[in-house]
């Protein structure tokens, strides 16, 4: 446990991006692990849509495209990020993309938070197939089935995070934990606009290619998803 969160901390200290929760530093103080973060004066995504619940409001169209598109750009900041010392990509992948580790700040910032179960490549101890990690609403169909997944993964759980925000509703919920993980191996996507007609065509057409069953249909990286949905919000919310 206290190598894994030293390999943590060694990951997360080299993310530097606006929309990624720093972490500054670690150590042990009277053999008590410790990491300074930076603090976000705000609340996660989860949070945030509770409140609306409960006040029958919603998160109009181009909020949650914007949201959405902040989160992919941190995203793809991890997936592209190098070692500091040695210059090779360290191919941090997040694993576990959920509206829980999605910040909001007061401010109007959106930050991925929680790199605690991220991996990268040089860790030895690479996580063995069949172990999951992450929540299981929002893991991909290859990490459900535990095969070995990459930075797609994390591009399929931000889609779910989309479709969700866009349909009012969870995609892949189920009573138990072994229904649910099977519900994300079917990876049946209900349609949006049958949801709601007023999400445009194309919005749908971008939430289902992050959805793509077969990850070689899926976005490649999370750099090309948050340029569709930069573009979306640029013509339609200019």
């Known amino acids: ?18 929309n990624i929760v720093s972490i500054f530093d670690f150590g042990v103080e009277k053999k008590q692990f410790f990491l300074v973060m930076e603090y976000v004066e705000g609340q996660n995504l989860r949070q945030v849509l509770n409140h609306l619940k409960k006040e029958n409001k919603y998160f109009s169209i181009d909020q949650i495209v914007y949201v959405v598109k902040e ?13 500091s010392t040695s210059g090779r990509p360290l191919n941090i992948t997040h694993r576990d993309i959920s509206p829980q ?6 401010e109007g910032e959106v930050k991925i938070v929680d790199f605690g179960i991220a991996k990268n490549e040089t860790q030895m101890d690479h996580t ?3 172990t999951i990690k992450g929540k299981f609403g ?29 349909a009012n509703d969870r995609l892949f919920v189920s009573n138990s934990e072994a229904a ?12 949006l606009r049958k949801i709601n007609p007023s ?22 990286t999370a750099s090309a998803f948050h340029r569709d949905l930069n573009r979306f919000l640029n013509t339609q919310y200019p």
């Open 71 to 83: 989160t992919a750009a941190g995203l793809d900041h991890a997936h592209r990020c190098l070692d």
């Open 128 to 130: 063995q197939a069949g």
């Open 180 to 191: 649910t993980l099977r519900k994300v191996r079917e990876c049946q996507i209900p349609s």
């Open 138 to 166: 929002y893991m991909s169909p290859e990490q459900a089935d535990g095969q070995t997944v990459d930075l797609r993964t994390d591009v399929f759980s931000l889609g779910i995070v989309l479709w969700e925000l866009l």
């Open 101 to 106: 580790n999605v910040m909001l700040s007061f």
């Open 1 to 18: 446990f206290i190598d894994m969160f030293k390999d943590e901390a060694k990951t997360s200290v080299n993310l530097n991006h606006g």
């Open 199 to 220: 999400i445009p065509p194309e919005l749908e057409r971008i939430c289902n290619k992050a959805l793509a069953k077969d990850k070689s249909l899926r976005y490649q």
